[in-house]
């Protein structure tokens, strides 16, 4: 685990308990609905691994119309906040991190991150996205969404290091600051990721997040 990995968890651990204000921002509003209604009619009747689910926000949406969902995260902090969400039917967890998939002892129809792929090295984006495939079954349906660079509006990049990784100053309401990877990888960029393993490709850039999936060959 590197420097970063730690970084990063111990942040997103800290702020498990007030993350879900990024779904509150005025100018979010209209790229959120659209994409509350459009991720889950991706998974009717699929089984869903989510990685990264983190407050279960996304969760919340795709667990009602999918076959089934695990829901997985680094940290138990941000998982134990989907318990106190008002569910119908309750959501299945794990703590799992996302470099280790490869743990998980069954293979999925379809699978989910938001918010995540940014946080990923570039030079760690190919090997990760190659290892999706060893727990999806042929076809299954992989989408991931992030933040646009309209992000970098409120969270400017401060840093950028010698791979090419941008990296934010991010402050947490006790005051401490965390310097905290965020890459914005182009829609070339992710087509050339998944070429040769996927098919079905589909990139949409909204305002605030763009979205991608493809299907697994």
């Not at 009602?64 to 989907?82: F, G, N, R, Y």
């Not at 999806?136 to 933040?147: M, S």
């Not at 087509?191 to 996927?198: E, N, P, R």
Request: proline share 4%; with cysteine.
């Amino acid at each position: 685990m590197t420097s970063h990995d730690t970084e990063m968890k111990r942040y997103y651990r800290d702020r498990a308990q007030v993350y879900d204000r990024v779904y509150l921002y005025p100018e979010r509003q209209q790229d959120l609905r659209f994409l509350e209604d459009y991720i889950p009619r991706q998974f009717s009747g699929l089984q869903v691994l989510e990685i990264a689910a983190g407050t279960g926000y996304w969760s919340q949406f795709i667990n009602p119309v999918a076959a089934s969902l695990l829901a997985t995260d680094a940290t138990a902090e941000a998982l134990a906040q989907i318990e106190k969400r008002d569910l119908a039917q309750p959501i299945a967890t794990q703590v799992l991190d996302a470099y280790k998939l490869s743990d998980l002892s069954t293979r999925f129809s379809g699978l989910f991150s938001g918010l995540w792929l940014s946080h990923i090295p570039r030079q760690q984006l190919p090997a990760f996205v190659r290892s999706l495939n060893g727990i999806l079954h042929p076809g299954a349906t992989v989408l991931f969404i992030d933040n646009s660079a309209a992000q970098c509006e409120r969270l400017p990049i401060t840093y950028t290091d010698q791979q090419g990784n941008s990296f934010q100053n991010r402050v947490l309401d006790d005051g401490s600051v965390h310097q905290v990877l965020k890459n914005f990888p182009s829609e070339n960029e992710l087509m050339q990721l998944t070429q040769t393993i996927g098919y079905n490709h589909r990139y949409m850039a909204l305002e605030h997040f763009w979205l991608f999936q493809y299907q697994i060959a």
